[in-house]
Every structure is written in C-alpha cells, then in structure tokens.
C-alpha cells in the first residue's frame, strides 16, 4: 500500500485493527490505549473521542499533542523495514505504533515495550 494512501486511512478503521491483533495474543485494548498515549501524548478520553469523528492517520499524527522522544529507542524491523531507518518522518512514526503493538501482541512486558 502506497504511503498516501495508508496517511489517508481513517484512524477509526485502523484503531481496530490494531486492537483485534493484540487481544488475538491475549492483550487487551487498554494496553493498546497506553501504547497510543505514550507515543502521542494523547488522552484515553481523546482516543475514545476519534472513535466517533473521522480523522485520518495523517491528521492524527500531526495533531498528536506529544510526541514521546523516547521513540526514537524504538527499534527493529516491521513489515520487512528497520524502523530507525525509514526515512519519511509521518511513516516512521506510523511504524512505531506497529512495532509497540506487535511487540505487545508477542508478549513483551509494558515497561519494556515503553522504553522505560
């Protein structure tokens, strides 16, 4: 899938998608909500509230209120791609959030996962 169309996507279709691959693993959507508040900045309140009003993945990245620093300790390959070496700043931080929440769907501990 082209970049433009993947910054294109609604957040409210993608946001599933990422929660159904978590709980398949055992995990659940809170767990995949502090991953989402920690690399953005925003609340559980606020990713609730995109649920209900369109916003593109685009949008939500460059609105994030946030962005955690310490993503760029994010490390390793997803999709076939080192993360740390994607090139295009609005995809890297889209591969993060799928790192986090593949990393969450093998079982890695929450403070691990949140570099803390």
Do not use: H
Not at 46 to 64: C, H, L, R, V
Not at 68 to 97: A, D, F, H, S, T
């Amino acid at each position: 899938m082209s970049p433009e169309k993947v910054y294109q996507m609604d957040f409210n279709r993608v946001y599933p998608l990422l929660v159904a691959k978590a709980e398949r693993k055992g995990r659940t959507q809170e767990e995949v909500d502090e991953i989402i508040c920690w690399l953005t900045g925003y609340s559980q309140e606020q990713i609730q509230d995109m649920q209900k009003t369109p916003i593109t993945y685009e949008a939500f990245f460059k609105q994030a209120p946030n962005m955690n620093p310490n993503r760029k300790l994010i490390r390793g390959v997803i999709c076939g791609v080192r993360v740390e070496e994607i090139q295009e700043p609005l995809m890297q931080e889209i591969r993060y959030l799928d790192k986090l929440v593949d990393e969450l769907a093998k079982g890695k501990a929450m403070e691990k996962i949140l570099r803390k």
